[in-house]
């Protein structure tokens, strides 16, 4: 890694849609503190550069993504782009020297994903991928209860994740396995590093609106809007996930854990997690475990690179299940295709990065919720 931690990274940004202000959100937690710099946002339209320089006057705004790899100052480029362009940027970034973070999904495959994943290695570059459901404090909160056995043998789970659908970009509902790498790889992602690498995949896909209407005019849907996948696990466990491009509202847990000895539900959805109910056989109640930071924000890939660069430091990642959970999408479309179980041939290592102290140990009162924990 590059950078020291006095020296603040430079982060550009490559795309300015609707994800970016998350990002900038992000990036203006760092910058006071001396973390990171802002450094070029590329927009492609000449009214995105407009509109974004009257909401965020002074910004370096400029129209071609090779002005931002081009820039010597950068040390870290953001890719927030459609998918069907993430590799090449990613490629590009990695070939200009840069350290990547790049929106879901990395890469159109399992095999492209994991060559970049391989080029980032061999050019000693940090590449983070979205989403970032692991790094939220709740989720690792979770994963260690699961882990510490106080669920028993966890044997099945189910997880949900769904929206209505864009009305503003049409390869929400046109790019190859669009609802599964939007939606359901937040799901696969937690159920995977919560229970262990995916072994098979059954999976069914069905079209719900055929004919979208997306900037004024109609958008055939060439990809299916609603997915049920059922997973096996390498430890045994099975899970469900259901992902949609047609769901408007819902109330249930993201995730519940179902173990031989307790349930456990993650509150909110795994990128938004609002806490933890835990149900126990052995005092046969639930309890509830409140969000460990309520100012958590699913962009928080950002700042898990910008520390991990200017302290030379390995971040809180694990690349394999990234490329994991791309053969995984593979073998859901190939399994809704043939109505068969697909093989997952990949795996990745135990995430035992996951793991945080035990509720309360060195807990104290929060005076501002607006502040991360380390800023108390």
């Known amino acids: ?33 001396g973390l990171a710099v802002e450094g070029p946002i590329c927009a492609r339209r000449p009214d995105t550069r407009e509109a974004l320089l009257g909401r965020r006057p002074g910004a370096r705004v400029v129209a071609k993504a090779e002005e931002v790899l081009a820039d010597p100052a950068v040390d870290l480029v953001v890719i927030l782009t459609p998918p069907s362009s993430h590799a090449e940027l990613v490629a590009g970034a990695l070939a200009a020297g840069k350290h990547v973070l790049c929106e879901k999904p990395l890469a159109d495959g399992a095999a492209a994903a994991r060559e970049l994943v391989e080029r980032a290695g061999e050019e000693s570059r940090l590449l983070i991928c979205a989403p970032f459901v692991h790094l939220s404090p709740t989720f690792r909160r979770l994963w260690t209860l699961v882990h510490e056995g106080v669920l028993g043998r966890v044997h099945a789970a189910r997880a949900h994740y769904g ?86 509202r819902y109330r249930r847990p993201g995730l519940e854990l179902y173990g031989t000895e307790g349930t456990a539900n993650l509150l909110g959805d ?78 990745f290592p135990a995430f035992e990065a ?23």
């Open 163 to 248: 929206n209505p659908g864009s009305t503003w970009a049409a390869w929400y509902h046109q790019d190859s396995a669009a609802t599964l790498g939007d939606v359901g790889v937040y799901n696969l992602k937690s159920l995977a590093a919560l229970l262990g690498p995916v072994t098979e995949v059954l999976a069914a896909s069905a079209t719900a609106v055929p004919v979208r209407e997306i900037g004024g005019a109609a958008v055939e849907a060439s990809d299916p809007d609603t997915w049920q996948l059922v997973l096996r696990h390498e430890g045994g466990a099975l899970s469900s996930v259901l992902a949609s491009h047609v769901t408007w």
């Open 270 to 347: 795994d990128w938004d997690p609002h806490g933890i109910e835990l149900y126990r056989e052995s005092t046969g109640s639930w309890e509830l475990f409140e969000p460990e930071d309520t100012t958590w924000l699913w962009a928080d890939g950002l700042r898990e690179a910008v520390v991990a660069i200017g302290a030379g430091a390995t971040p809180l990642d694990e690349p394999a299940l990234d490329v994991h959970l791309h053969e995984v999408i593979e073998a859901a479309a190939r399994a809704a295709s043939t109505g068969r179980a697909i093989e997952v041939e990949s795996r």
């Open 1 to 33: 890694m590059t950078g020291a931690e006095s020296t603040p990274v430079n982060v550009g940004f490559i795309g300015a849609g609707n994800v970016l202000p998350a990002y900038l959100q992000m990036l203006d937690r760092l910058v006071p503190r």
């Open 354 to 376: 996951l793991r945080v102290a035990p509720a309360g140990d060195g807990a104290g009162h929060v005076h501002d919720r607006t502040r991360p924990a380390d800023e108390q």
